[in-house]
């Protein structure tokens, strides 16, 4: 019998040689205890046909090494990366060995993969330096999971042939690089090997559009935008433009629709009516969806109204799955603007009262700042004008009707207008978030896309990973090298809508997060709910936000304050430890530990290179890449499978063979105490969080969550000061949520089952922490 031929990746054939694959698992599981060689090629059920490749023989083995990984037999997540290794560095290197590090530069610039740029700012002999510092045994790090996430994902590629072009040393070099170019030569290198070194080891993480874009000519690398759609047909064109430019550049999209007038509204004295929220948001919609994003990623949109608006009882069922597709737009998500006058209402069993936006402009402007008792003045001035136009509603029933909403789709979300503007480092008002709730910065109406009129804010993302540190002592490094590499993103990267590049070259705004907490609390045997573990989280948020404003004030010293300094509270000696809710410190202590007199006398003296610092964004797709648990959540199971568009990635918590028992699950999480812990977190921060809360429904009667615990927790997440509520999440296959109404005479509540219409699955783990992943870092 003729012997079975292989055809090689160069393309010859030569007849199969099993030693060479039963050596090359041999390598894979060399080290590792409760692996087997022989496990793995049983379960390959590998059948060998006359001219199979040897890269499909290398996938088969690699996926069936990953098929076995369990909680029981953890170590095969490292056995299939070092397989999936081994096929990685013979796609780019065409060898088993990493090839010079300044050959591979030069030739994928030549093919228009790098950008050339690189090459008009770095001599050879530094690409040699560069390549000299790179640890390609790094690689030996990754697990199964992060590898797969990273090429897939991360590395540069022909999305078309699948064909690789690095691999992630590289990559990770080059994005120092290229963000450190324009530094001095003095001490360019330093800080480049400072950023290698700290993503490498998974110390910090970056976005998709950074990780992905940063070395290509591409330059937009913000992870999403909030715009601000003012009440003119030009406002409203042109926001839609900037939509869809932005999303076409992998940005997601935020967008405000307050100031838009309510239904029947009268335009031009009657000569037209309005014709309400809805068929703009599908406008909108239909914009976000049209557009792809290098095969990365969708689009995805969270719209924001305020509770006041005439339309808000029609706004906050957009997303369910009753009515039809014309009165439905359920490819949004939807964000409810509150504060405190809403509150006392449904606290009183009162009224709220309705207005169209164009008859109460100054009603507007003060629901978003700090001055709350004028509002509430004018709010009361404006129900009793019978020249304005108006209808009331019952407050609790609206605030039912939200929480039902929130809680049957998920994906209605809270913002604090009160909260977000007085706890805020801008003196200018904020009205929306953007996508995944965590970015709070000002915006105004553009009118003219090719004018600098209005404002749109950019998101410009990182995280620290908290578990990955040795010490506290390392936030110092870390926070000074981020805001330096995303300072310079801001002047590197494009911008295809003038008023983008005006209002984000004038603030700098950032948003440097916390991610891997929950890996970090079971690493050091803490807990999330106990006062030890608050302590060490309020100890650590403190230096971290300390870092980031003197990095900034350091930078400013250098470079000088960002051009609307002054319209920050910084510039009044105004700090977040100023504003913070004081209900806070019923949490944990106000005992702050670093040296904030001599912070406040460098900021007098030099002001802040960036306008905004800090915010939590979600961390569901690095941490895959990083081993690490995503921002500030929560796991949902020791062993997830976190479902990619290129398949399932089993994914074990760090740490599992040493500290697994340390870990809390999502679904056994007491909320109460959830958002306790998050608000010490807010307590520092000059931005927000994406929050997400956790409902296991057979922890109540009759697997029925009532709504006396929706109301609590989002209650008591205003009382600590939360500015924003990011996803709900719940485990109910039962298609009920129990409603209970409080009388107004104090008798029996009742109870009403109100349909489920979109649970969300319990092992629904998605791999972008936001729709289409835009805002994910």
């Not at 690095?166 to 994005?175: D, G, K, N, V």
């Not at 042109?238 to 309510?262: C, D, E, K, M």
């Not at 002592?473 to 000074?480: G, V």
Request: glycine share 6%.
């Amino acid at each position: 019998m003729d012997p079975i031929h292989v055809i090689k990746r160069d393309g010859t054939r030569s007849p199969i040689d099993l030693t060479m694959i039963h050596e090359a698992v041999e390598w894979a599981c060399n080290g590792y205890e409760d692996v087997s060689v022989s496990d793995i090629e049983i379960n390959s059920k590998l059948q060998f046909y006359e001219g199979i490749t040897t890269s499909e023989i290398q996938k088969v083995m690699i996926r069936s090494a990953a098929d076995l990984i369990t909680e029981e037999q953890p170590n095969y997540q490292h056995v299939a990366a070092r397989l999936l290794l081994m096929d990685l560095r013979k796609q780019v290197y065409k060898q088993a060995d990493p090839i010079p590090f300044e050959y591979l530069v030069r030739n994928n610039i030549y093919r228009g993969i790098y950008d050339k740029v690189l090459l008009e700012r770095y001599s050879p002999q530094e690409l040699v330096y560069f390549g000299k510092h790179i640890d390609y045994d790094r690689d030996f790090q990754f697990t199964f999971a992060g590898l797969s996430q990273m090429v897939d994902k991360y590395l540069l590629q022909d999305r078309a042939t699948r064909e690789l072009y690095e691999t992630p040393q590289e990559a990770f070099m080059l994005i120092g690089m290229f963000m450190f170019m324009n530094y001095p030569k003095s001490v360019r290198k330093a800080y480049v090997v400072r950023l290698y070194d700290a993503l490498s080891l998974f110390k910090i993480s970056l976005p998709t559009p950074i990780m992905s874009g940063v070395r290509t000519p591409l330059r937009q690398f913000s992870s999403c935008c909030l715009i601000d759609v003012g009440d003119s047909i030009e406002s409203i064109m042109n926001s839609n433009t900037a939509v869809g430019y932005y999303t076409a550049q992998r940005a997601g999209i935020g967008l405000n629709f307050g100031r838009l007038r309510g239904i029947d509204a009268k335009i031009r004295g009657g000569e037209v009516i309005h014709t309400g929220l809805i068929p703009f948001l599908k406008m909108f919609e239909a914009t976000t969806k049209s557009f792809t994003q290098n095969s990365i990623r969708g689009g995805g949109s969270t719209s924001t109204l305020p509770f006041f608006h005439w339309e808000i009882e029609t706004f906050i069922q957009l997303k369910n799955n009753k009515g039809n597709d014309e009165n439905r737009v359920r490819r949004m998500d939807y964000s409810i603007a509150l504060n405190r006058l809403f509150r006392e209402r449904v606290k009183e069993n009162g009224e709220i009262t309705l207005f169209s936006s164009e008859e109460v402009r100054e009603l507007y402007h003060l629901f978003y700042s700090s001055d709350y008792e004028r509002f509430e003045e004018l709010y009361r001035t404006f129900e009793e004008d019978c020249s304005v136009r108006k209808k009331r509603v019952n407050a609790r029933e609206l605030y039912l009707a939200i929480l039902k909403e929130r809680y049957e789709t998920g994906r209605i979300y809270i913002l604090n207008a009160d909260h977000v503007n007085r706890h805020s480092s801008f003196k200018d008002s904020i009205f929306m978030s953007n996508l995944c709730q965590e970015i709070t910065l000002p915006t105004e109406p553009l009118t003219d896309i090719n004018k600098a009129n209005g404002e749109i804010a950019m998101c410009i993302l990182s995280n620290i990973n908290l578990g990955k540190l040795d010490c506290i002592e390392e936030l110092d490094n870390l926070t000074d090298l981020l805001v330096r590499f995303l300072d310079e993103l801001i002047d590197y990267q494009e911008y295809p809508v003038l008023v983008a590049e005006k209002s984000t070259k004038s603030r700098r705004s950032l948003g440097i997060g916390l991610s891997d907490v929950f890996h970090f609390l079971a690493k050091n045997n803490l807990h999330f709910d106990t006062p030890e573990g608050r302590k060490v989280i309020h100890r650590y948020t403190e230096r971290f936000q300390y870092g980031l404003i003197k990095a900034s004030a350091t930078l400013a010293k250098e470079r000088g304050a960002c051009k609307y300094y002054n319209r920050t509270k910084y510039a009044d000696n105004i700090f977040p430890i100023d504003t913070y809710e004081r209900s806070v410190d019923e949490v944990t202590p106000h005992e702050l530990l670093c040296d904030w007199p001599a912070l406040r006398e460098l900021v007098k003296t030099y002001g802040l290179r960036n306008s905004a610092l800090s915010a939590i964004p979600p961390a569901a797709s690095s941490s895959i890449v990083s081993n690490s648990t995503p921002g500030i959540d929560p796991v949902r199971k020791l062993l997830i499978a976190k479902m990619s568009k290129y398949g399932p990635l089993k994914q074990l918590v760090p740490g599992f063979d040493s500290y697994k028992e340390n870990y809390p699950l999502a679904w056994d999480m007491d909320n109460e105490e959830y958002v306790k812990f998050v608000a010490v977190f807010q307590k520092f921060l000059d931005q927000s969080i994406s929050t997400n809360l956790y409902y296991d429904v057979s922890k109540y009667a009759n697997s029925k969550v009532p709504m006396r615990d929706l109301i609590r927790h989002e209650s008591l997440a205003y009382k600590y000061g939360l500015k924003t509520l990011y996803y709900l999440n719940s485990n109910d296959n039962s298609g009920e949520v129990t409603q209970e109404l409080a009388q107004q005479d104090g008798s029996e509540k009742k109870e009403e089952a109100v349909p489920l219409v979109t649970p969300l699955s319990p092992e629904m783990d998605m791999e972008e922490g936001c729709v289409g992943g835009s805002c994910s870092v």
